[in-house]
């Protein structure tokens, strides 16, 4: 919750995926210039920094907020620090850019979201992303988090209905947004039909889970520059964040309905209500597709379908391009790919430049309002922003 | 860098050691009722919740911000955070809670710092820590911490003289200290002439490091909570955060005079010039000394004495009890322990209670200001805070 006081003001983004040449440093110094030089600042402008990433063991640098120091050496001496909300670590920095902006300690800040994951084997990154769930508790701490959102597909086909085909819908149309990014990791059309059927190349990789129902293992990062109100003006392009919102749950999943989607559903509705807007005055929205059926639950979070009918919001259209409000236009971590510490500050940098009208990708119509939409855990930890274009 | 308006209200602090019967979360759940106990609020009043921890794979919990809403459950629901700047994380989630204060959007946050150590080996842990140095060089990445600091000793004595001797004298007094400490890990006498020689029992463990030279592998978690100065007032007891500054230094060591402390110093002088005070005002100082060296180039840093003559300030009694300006009235990371995400967090519980009058062990003489040092890396991530004990 805030008031209209900070803006983007620039971003920088890598391409997301198996980035062979590149260790976590290369990735975030990359980032950290494209930023700086987006913004056409000196580095030593910049009064603070702020680093979105997970690790949880997939690379060895265990002290990553002074990385961003390598960027410059004009940041030699800047306050820099990691923030860790397991797969909402991104919007964790923004969060933290924008109260320290608003504290007055700071007028720009910069903040950078980077993961560095295909150095790992699927079985090491599965172990790592697994970090994120409840340790306590011996079964909860035995599920992957494939096994825990299939767990929230089987719990929706008992409650309601099978979701199969709507998640398949959501990969084809994420699939297909990407089509246009060419940052995304992957490229290939993936029809409804192929991500609807389990065959060779589409298998379960846990119970309700299809291979096409996951988001990617990616390298990847991507940079914001965040800016009080004073300084904003100055800049050539400008976004408000109207509103940012964070709601944290409990970790067990025991303790809690996960269908319910409650942390997501309180942080969307309190953004937009700080922000002062409906789900009608967004233009797009891009959402935590971890997995498909996450997308399914964020429509019902959201309020775009009733509980149980989230499917509604692809039958007719609404998420579509060209829809009343299209879901994750650039391809969303299903197909943009999801370097976790990375997302939620690429969320807000495509959001940035959708709202300049530049996107990167897929244009949405003319919008004015964006929502972003950024999950740690299985709803555990809940980032809702409201950006507005400025106009005029 | 702030103004006089956040302060500390209520802390709570567990004992420092080997606690073996609890986990991570045991530590921090502990801590948070404490705190809330002590501050005498509803769980349910709190407004945000920041978490210091390293882990760098200390523990499986990759994910442990919303492990602080399982003290209570008026948590639920509340923005959790988790901060990471190495050993000083603690600092780095304090220095988040006075953002999030000052931005508007908080008046009363808690703040956890947290560390579960012991369940590794002590190879485990030194690869733990060593995850903190710079892991892009093949040289500075294969450094564990006792030879970063190793490395400085020798320096030292090759710029300016010997320093084994008030490395020795340093120990000594901080385990001489921690004897009235009841929350400290160590209670043993620890003379100049034991701390001194090599012994069987105090071998090198890396080259100009004796084992009375190197803190502890601890458990632990303390917790404070931080108040605005509108709801600070309702409080039984009342200390001001007058500054808090950090300052980033690079992380290579090769890029920097690893003597110089620069970041320290630049860091504890803005400290004192925002809160508008020297050093003849403080009346103690908790300072980081992970390593004996490091205790000594912080006397330099400080100014307490010229470089190379940090001594000074052991020989006249400066830094002793009773002396003008005690350095670790606690026992520090020497032997009060270095639970490394809880220290920052510790250090502060600590000056809380030295400056409402309620000293947990030594006593301060009626001390008005305190300073706190806590650092990340060898001099990287630097936090100075000058509190100020409310009279009147």
Chains 1, 2 share one sequence.
Do not use: W
């Not at 950290?32 to 913004?39: C, K, P, Y």
């Not at 902006?101 to 700071?106: E, F, R, V």
């Not at 969303?332 to 500050?345: F, I, N, Y």
């Amino acid at each position: 919750m805030m008031h209209d006081c900070v803006s983007i003001v620039a971003a920088g983004h890598s391409p997301f995926g198996r980035l062979h040449g590149s260790t976590l440093e290369d990735l975030i110094v990359q980032v950290t210039r494209q930023a700086l030089t987006d913004a056409a600042i000196e580095a030593a402008e910049i009064d603070a920094l702020f680093l979105g990433h997970f690790n949880s063991g997939m690379v060895p640098d265990g002290f990553a907020a002074s990385l961003l120091l390598q960027a410059d050496p004009g940041l030699r001496f800047k306050p820099a620090t990691r923030c860790e909300n397991a797969c909402a670590s991104g919007a964790a920095a923004i969060q933290a850019g924008i109260h320290a902006i608003l504290s007055g300690s700071a007028e720009l800040v910069l903040v950078v979201g980077a993961e560095k994951m295909t150095g790992n084997s699927t079985a090491e990154v599965t172990r790592a992303l697994a970090g994120a769930g409840y340790q306590n508790d011996v079964e909860e701490a035995g599920l992957s988090f494939p096994q825990l959102f299939g767990l929230a597909a089987q719990q929706y086909r008992q409650r309601y209905h099978c979701p199969m085909a709507s998640m398949a819908a959501i990969a084809s149309k994420n699939h297909a947004n990407a089509m246009a990014n060419p940052l995304a990791q992957m490229h290939k059309v993936m029809d409804f039909e192929h991500c609807n059927n389990v065959s060779q190349s589409n298998p379960y990789v846990a119970p309700s889970l299809r291979l096409t129902d996951c988001s990617l293992i990616s390298d990847g990062a991507s940079a914001i520059v965040l800016a009080s109100a004073r300084r904003a003006r100055q800049f050539r392009r400008e976004v408000l964040i109207r509103s940012m919102a964070q709601v944290n749950d409990v970790l067990p999943i025991a303790r809690r309905d996960i269908l319910a989607f409650e942390g997501p559903q309180r942080a969307i509705h309190l953004a937009l209500r700080s922000a002062g807007v409906t789900l009608g005055d967004l233009g797009f929205a891009e959402v935590h597709d971890c997995f498909t059926i996450a997308e399914l639950l964020i429509y019902e979070a959201m309020g775009l379908a009733p509980r149980g009918e989230g499917h509604r919001a692809l039958d007719d259209g609404t998420v579509r391009p060209g829809g009343r409000l299209p879901v994750n236009l650039s391809g969303g971590l299903k197909a943009k790919g999801h370097p976790v510490g990375a997302t939620g500050v690429s969320m807000h940098a495509l959001a940035f430049a959708q709202l300049t009208g530049e996107p990167i990708g897929l244009a949405a119509s003319n919008p004015e309002f964006g929502l972003v939409f950024n999950m740690g855990g299985m709803a555990v930890a809940n980032y809702a922003s409201v950006l507005q274009a400025r106009r005029g």
